[in-house]
């Protein structure tokens, strides 16, 4: 076996993978067709969700050095400011209730300077011509730039090769399931000599069409707007001149494009394959699903996939739970991925009406839940990705005396610890890769030899969200497995144990 996994694509999502597969001492090798990181800006936003995530992974404060506060969002609407959005009004404990506003050539780096920190440096100009599976994991034929061919064998093989995977077009029951939007659009990175806020997403509902302009540093927008349904094959060259059109008669605050860096068209689809696993062989990111760019959730929704199976091939990797588990990065990711893709298709629908009648009545609405605190509030977690999270999966548990404030499958929030390896905070110590089976205002727990195997035991100091009296079994990607209280420790230690002997709780 030459390495234990096969990464195809060295874009933000297989560079997440590698990086956490790596710090938990499972060898990889990353393949990427191109011989150069793309210069494009494409993905702009890493949201808070994700830079906790990052954060685990010991470099979520590079990307804050790297990029700019992105602190919310504003819609205009009939030459008026309907809302103005702020996402620390989220509401949430978080370190970050910001996102970070950075090109995606900028996340490449970021990631790809930390893997060779780690020993592990990207394979360029390494395409994945043909794969199959053996006994023992797959078989791939790759083509270096030279022509030369080589057979590789890894036990796994993880497929973030984007929208056009060659790996998911070798599975012939991976269907990409869904739709194209008739409607074309036009997108520039351009400097804008203009008012417009350097640290939010603004939008603007106009009557003939959405104009989107956000920032990423330096005076640069990116500038997006639907243009209608038009003959691409007929369709000219977009121009300069054709984003000047677009911020003349939507942006009700005048702004002058210069200096652009990228002008193009583009179509939105709307897929997904509702399988993520094919026996030995993983879908990730775009290769699973792609969805409309609307609240910049595609490369976090990735970058994520990445975080939750890593963890989980780690751990079977190292002998330390059943394949069984593995199973659970399908369902939970697919379930999120059809959320996502459900609020970002309904939110470019409603931002593409054209009747007057409803336009109207569309900025009506807007401005009136837009002042509701509630709705802020959901808004705000629902842009941050601070609300997503897994209430269906597989590995959750309800137990005795459970928590009536985290249920199983929530997002846990970042704590402080009295931690006996010296470990600050929850975050930190979720890096050794294990489960965390945190006490609040006691004592740290005794574990059974099996279930030490996979967790480790802390004292969460009280805060936010954690109920004195009460034990978390929090996952290595911040997320309740379940909780109890005190008197129920034994249910704990069996739910460890049982998900050690098989990769399932239930056995």
């Given at each position: 076996?030459?390495?234990q ?51 685990i ?34 509401g ?14 900028e ?21 994945l ?125 005048p ?13 939105i689809?709307?897929?997904m ?20 760019p609307a ?7 990735g970058m ?5 199976l ?17 199973d ?12 996502v893709l ?14 007057p ?10 401005s009136?839940?837009?002042h ?14 601070l ?32 931690a ?28 059974s ?7 480790l ?13 009460r ?27 049982t998900?050690?002997a098989?990769?399932?709780?239930s056995?």
């Open positions: 076996m030459d390495k996994v096969l990464i195809v694509g060295a874009g933000p999502i297989g560079l997440t993978l590698a990086m956490a597969l790596t710090r938990q001492a499972v060898p990889v090798r990353i393949i990427e067709k191109n011989a150069v990181r793309s210069p494009y800006s494409k993905a702009l936003i890493v949201w808070s969700r994700t830079l906790e995530m990052l954060e992974e010991g470099i979520a404060q590079d990307f804050v050095a790297a990029g700019i506060p992105a602190r919310g969002a504003a819609v205009w609407a009939e030459g008026k400011q309907r809302v103005q959005l702020r996402f620390a009004e989220a949430i404990a978080t370190d970050y209730p910001a996102g970070v506003l950075l090109a995606q050539s996340t490449e780096r970021l990631l790809e300077n930390h893997l060779a920190t780690l020993g592990v440096h990207v394979e360029r100009e390494v395409e011509i043909q794969h199959h599976s053996t006994p023992d994991g797959i078989s791939a034929t790759l083509r270096h730039a030279d022509g030369r061919i080589e057979t590789a064998q890894a036990a796994w093989l993880a497929a973030c090769d984007g929208a056009h995977s060659t790996v998911r077009h070798q599975l012939d029951t991976a269907e990409f399931a869904g739709d194209t939007l008739p409607t074309h659009w036009l997108l520039a990175d351009v400097k804008l000599a203009s008012d417009l806020p350097r640290d939010e997403v603004s939008m603007f509902l106009a009557h003939d069409g959405l104009l989107i302009a956000i920032p990423f540093g330096d005076g640069r927008f990116r500038v997006m707007g639907d243009i209608g349904q038009v003959d691409r094959a007929s369709l000219p060259e977009p121009t300069l001149a054709d984003i000047q059109h677009l911020l003349d008669t939507r942006s009700d605050t702004a002058v494009a210069q200096d652009p860096a990228w002008i193009s068209h583009f179509v689809n709307e897929r394959v509702r399988e993520y696993r094919y026996g030995r062989v993983f879908l990730l990111g775009d290769a699973a699903h792609i969805h409309s609240g910049g959730q595609g490369m976090n929704t994520q996939d990445a975080i939750n890593a963890w989980k091939l780690a751990l079977h990797s190292h002998g330390l739970v059943g394949e069984a588990l593995l659970s990065y399908s369902s939970e990711r697919s379930a999120i991925a059809d959320q459900r609020k970002s298709g309904n939110l470019t629908r409603l931002a593409l009406i054209h009747n009648l409803l336009q109207h009545l569309r900025s009506a609405t807007v009136a839940l837009g509701l605190d509630s709705v802020r509030r959901t808004l705000a977690q629902q842009f941050t990705e609300d997503l999270h897994y209430p269906d999966s597989p590995l959750n548990r309800a137990l005795p005396g459970a928590s009536t404030q985290m249920l199983p499958g929530d997002r846990a929030p970042n704590a402080g610890l009295n006996a390896d010296g470990s600050r905070t929850l975050y930190a110590l979720l890096a050794q890769g294990r489960f965390v089976v945190a006490t609040t205002g006691a004592t740290p727990v005794t574990l030899e099996d279930a030490s195997d996979i967790a035991g802390t004292t969460v100091l009280p805060q936010q969200g954690y109920e004195d009296g034990v978390y079994v929090i996952r290595p990607d911040a997320y309740l497995a379940c909780s109890a209280n005190l008197e129920h420790l034994e249910d704990v230690n069996r739910y460890l144990e998900l050690r098989s990769g399932h709780p056995g």
